[in-house]
């Protein structure tokens, strides 16, 4: 047998033992990680555990595996270094706050698996010392995201502790303003108003429908032009393309959106994820509440309305 001796650091810290073996060991059944923790083959701190213990910084895990064990579950991580600029908007030792460009996908995909925002962000963090890819129990990823031909504001987080935090802010109501600005075909013809259709995914898109999810867009105009609306939008619920979907119901989809307005549309999709604000976040995040992080690529906006 062979033993595994692992330190967790403050990255990795405040995720469920058996979360973070799946990371460690990912080409292994749970079935497999599980009966290692039953049989004593994995211990904290010297000591039997149990899959629910939440790991605290410096608690040592140790590993007890054959040497084909090793081979065959112990997978190095590798991703595709990308040095390409990107604009920061903030970054701590929490956290790196970045203005996506359009077109960028932030995630591996079937079609582009190497030229990804994840991949440009893992190296720059690995190149100032800041990511081991060998410590697999906690790769730096995006709390939320946005669509590919989308612009604007997305956060990683640098800790296990730190995604769990805001994660959760994302996914729970009046936690975090999130500011959009779009413009849209046709003229609005009341100043601010709410959306609120519930929605599903049917066929690849989202779609109104009576038994989907409770989704609800408000919205306030910032001008007018010939047969356009330049529109200031906040989420209050996170659905999937439920900007595009709640504008294409009311009449109104986005400049340059293919998918739900004109097929053929061959413009860029007016869409900028302006503005993302933490309101309720606790201690040691809180310093974070009330920090505006802001996206301002609303020029090419201004641009399809006429000015």
Known sequence: ME????????I??????????KKIMPTAPQSFIYKLIRIKDIKINNKKTDAAYILEEDDIVSIFLTEKQVAEFIVPYTFTKIRKPFTIIYEDENILVIN?????????????????????????????GKFDPQKRGYIPSPVSRIDRDTSGVVIFSKKQSVHQ????????????????RLV????LKTDEGI???????ENGQTVPA??????????????????KTYVEVALL???QHQIRAHFKAIGHPLVGDAKYGNSDEAKPLALNAYKVVFTALSPPLDYLNGQEFIADNTAPLLQELGE
């Open 100 to 128: 996506k460009d359009a077109g960028l996908l932030v995630h591996a995909s079937e079609f582009e698996n190497e030229l990804t925002l994840t991949n440009m962000v893992l190296t720059y963090l690995h190149d100032r």
């Open 237 to 239: 619920t996170g659905r």
């Open 12 to 21: 990795e810290a405040g995720q469920r033992l058996d979360k973070y073996l």
């Open 210 to 227: 009576s038994d989907g999810q409770n989704a609800l867009t408000t919205y306030e105009v910032i001008k007018r032009g010939v047969n």
């Open 195 to 201: 959306i609120a259709l519930p929605l599903k995914r």
């Open 165 to 180: 935090a805001l994660a959760g802010a994302f996914t729970r109501e009046n936690e975090v303003i999130r500011l959009y």
């Open 3 to 10: 033993k595994l001796t692992l330190t967790i650091s403050d």
């Open 184 to 187: 849209v075909y046709g003229t």
